[in-house]
């Protein structure tokens, strides 16, 4: 996301440009807009797909609290569920329409966010950002973002290097079954391995 922003002040620069005066030149324009196209690229597939899963979502009836707790996986490959601040061995109910726990010690975190009615636009908003981030790297190289699909699903990663010194070394956010935003972070793993320790068929209970 912060790298989204970190373009703004080029766009609007080339924007900006792009609307005075046309010069003598008819390369001048073309020139412009193929420097606003690299900047932020031709969207209107992406904005269309969004904006249609945004209107789909805000028809959804949201899973009650005990349907979201139910769903969410007891064990994710041989990473069992952690105690809950309760101590108990269960998810829990962090906000409205979001269930999360930690797995292996905390290992992985997990969040799962129903993004039916109220929720669809926080949950859009953010997939639609990172899908149109072109950056692919930052920190000297240190932490590098993906988009890669799997199973079937866009997934956006980050890893970083150990030097970091993040508490989690990857993560990946997606959007299963076009309606729940997960969110997943690992510890001493890359998104591959992250992935991988997930399991997609441990999602299974979370159904539209």
Same mark, same amino acid.
């Given at each position: 996301?912060?790298?989204?922003?970190?373009?703004?002040?080029?766009?609007?620069?080339?924007?900006?440009?792009?609307?005075?005066?046309?010069?003598?030149?008819?390369?001048?324009?073309?020139?412009?807009?193929?420097?606003?196209?690299?900047?932020?690229?031709?969207?209107?597939?992406?904005?269309?797909?969004?904006?249609?899963?945004?209107?789909?979502?805000?028809?959804?009836?949201?899973?009650?609290?005990?349907?979201?707790?139910?769903?969410?996986?007891?064990?994710?490959?041989?990473?069992? $569920?952690?105690?809950?601040?309760? +101590? *108990? @061995?269960?998810? #829990?109910?962090?906000? !409205?329409?979001?269930? =999360?726990?930690?797995?292996?010690?905390?290992?992985?975190?997990?969040?799962?966010?129903?993004?039916?009615?109220?929720?669809?636009?926080?949950?859009?908003?953010? $997939?639609?950002?990172?899908?149109? +981030? *072109? @950056?692919?790297? #930052?920190?000297?190289? !240190?932490?590098?973002? =993906?988009?890669?699909?799997?199973?079937?699903?866009?997934?956006?990663?980050?890893?970083?290097?150990?030097?970091?010194?993040?508490?989690?070394?990857?993560?990946?956010?997606?959007?299963?079954?076009?309606?729940?935003?997960?969110?997943?972070?690992?510890?001493?793993?890359?998104?591959?391995?992250?992935?991988?320790?997930?399991?997609?068929?441990?999602?299974?209970?979370?159904?539209?």
């Amino acid at each position: 996301m912060k790298n989204i922003l970190k373009l703004i002040p080029i766009i609007l620069l080339l924007a900006s440009c792009k609307e005075t005066p046309k010069t003598s030149d008819p390369s001048a324009s073309k020139i412009l807009d193929g420097a606003i196209n690299e900047v932020i690229g031709k969207n209107d597939d992406i904005n269309k797909k969004y904006d249609d899963l945004r209107k789909d979502l805000g028809t959804k009836t949201p899973l009650t609290n005990a349907q979201l707790i139910e769903a969410f996986p007891k064990k994710l490959s041989n990473l069992s $569920l952690d105690p809950s601040e309760q +101590n *108990k @061995i269960e998810p #829990e109910i962090t906000d !409205t329409q979001l269930v =999360s726990g930690s797995f292996g010690d905390d290992t992985i975190r997990m969040e799962i966010l129903d993004a039916a009615r109220q929720k669809a636009v926080g949950a859009i908003i953010p $997939l639609k950002m990172l899908h149109l +981030n *072109k @950056i692919t790297s #930052e920190s000297n190289n !240190t932490i590098r973002y =993906s988009k890669v699909e799997r199973n079937g699903i866009l997934t956006f990663g980050t890893d970083r290097d150990a030097d970091t010194k993040a508490d989690f070394q990857s993560d990946l956010r997606f959007l299963y079954a076009n309606r729940f935003y997960v969110t997943l972070e690992g510890k001493g793993m890359d998104t591959d391995a992250l992935w991988k320790a997930m399991g997609i068929d441990n999602l299974g209970g979370f159904k539209n």
